[in-house]
């Protein structure tokens, strides 16, 4: 799986964009981007995943860099409900669990 | 009802106590896997299972051994615990397809003493 690095933690005003920032230089051709998320001490919660073109989806949008070194997570508007820990992941799908590193503590700041 | 579902939510326990964790799945789902979170640290594999017949070790299987009693069911289980295996635990489930998406439990709080 490939190695990601995020920020330990990010503030962003409430009703602003949130940009997550995710590098994955050593990302190979078969493997995806995943974003989840934890808010507080709950199960962790899918958000989205993407191999080479951008995603979005009702909760977030993703984009990666087309040399997939890296990707951004995009909460359009956040909202306090959305203060959490964000996890990206990068992994071939098949028969390889995820590995969940320490991930980006967002806190949304009214 | 949840479609992952772990008992109990909170444990305590002594130390060289044997503990079992259980873990009930609704969605029909093949896979299941443990983790084990601590404090401020992202979530650790500690076992996972591709099908009934299926048993495979994470990254941190020492002091855990599991036993998938049928499709639905997937227990971990803590044969003489420890102070160090105090930690969240969580059960997760996906399909065969495995397009990456993990279902979660709510998890479960074990302290031993």
């Known amino acids: 799986d490939a190695k990601t690095t995020q920020p330990p933690s990010m503030d962003c005003a409430e009703g602003r964009a949130a940009n997550l920032p995710c590098n994955h230089s050593t990302i190979s051709g078969n493997e995806y981007v995943y974003w989840y998320r934890q808010i507080h001490s709950q199960g962790p919660q899918y958000i989205i995943h993407g191999l080479k073109n951008n995603e979005t989806n009702e909760m977030a949008s993703l984009i990666i860099t087309e040399d997939r070194k890296s990707s951004t997570l995009i909460l359009p508007h956040a909202t306090l409900r959305d203060t959490a820990v964000y996890y990206c992941?990068?992994?071939?799908?098949?028969?390889?669990?995820?590995?969940f590193g320490k991930g980006t503590r967002l806190s949304v700041i009214a | 009802d949840a479609d992952v579902t772990q008992t109990p939510r909170n444990r305590i326990t002594k130390t060289g106590k044997r503990i079992m964790l259980e873990c009930s799945q609704t969605?029909?789902?093949?896979?299941m896997y443990w983790y084990r979170q601590d404090p401020g640290l992202g979530l650790r594999l500690i076992y996972y299972?591709?099908?009934?017949?299926?048993?495979n070790k994470g990254e941190i299987s020492d002091g855990y051994s599991v036993s998938r009693q049928a499709q639905a069911k997937f227990s971990l289980s803590l044969e003489s615990a420890i102070p160090n295996q105090t930690a969240l635990y969580f059960c997760?489930?996906?399909?065969?397809?495995?397009?990456?998406?993990?279902?979660f439990g709510e998890g479960s709080r074990l302290t031993v003493l």
């Open positions: 299972s591709f099908d009934v017949k299926d048993i």
């Open positions: 992941i990068g992994s071939s799908t098949g028969n390889t669990p995820l590995v």
């Open positions: 997760a489930t996906s399909d065969w397809t495995y397009t990456g998406e993990l279902f």
């Open positions: 969605k029909g789902h093949d896979r």
